[in-house]
Every structure is written in C-alpha cells, then in structure tokens.
C-alpha cells in the first residue's frame, strides 16, 4: 500500500515535503521551496532507500544554527509517517 504524506516544515527555507512511502521504502521526495539542487540531491539519494534508515542518516542535521534542516525535517516527517 502507497502511504501519501504531506508535510509542513518549520524552521527552513522550504515549506512543505510530499513523501511516497510504499511498505516503508521511500518512493518519492517533493520539496517546495528551500535551495532547489539541494533539495532535489536530498530527494535523489533517499530514493529506494528505507525510511527508518533515512531517519538515522538524517536526523539532526543542522542548518546555520537553526536547530533544523531541510534533511532533518524530512527525518522528521519520515518519523510521523512510520
């Protein structure tokens, strides 16, 4: 089953993640806003990747001393969705 998540970020230049997961695996990663090529590169490399394995490479990643990212909000939607 395709699970479909949407998710509002805080703290980041970008403003919303649209994740497909299917059985725990990313399928898709859709950023809007933030720094496009990092973001599309972010995208890329969690593709096919499981999201519980994402989470422990991403969590935590800060940017700027913001106390958040891009790649850690995804860490952190990933965590709801699971």
């Known amino acids: 089953m395709t699970q479909h998540i949407s998710y509002p970020t805080v703290g980041t230049c970008s403003r919303q993640i649209d994740i497909e997961l299917e059985e725990g695996v990313i399928r898709s990663v859709t950023f809007t806003g933030g720094c496009s090529g990092n973001t599309q590169g972010i995208a890329a ?38």
């Open 45 to 82: 490399l969690v593709r096919g990747m499981k999201a519980a394995d994402a989470v422990a490479r991403l969590e935590g990643i800060d940017c700027r001393g913001k106390g958040t990212s891009c790649p850690d909000q995804l860490a952190k939607a990933l965590k709801q969705a699971l």
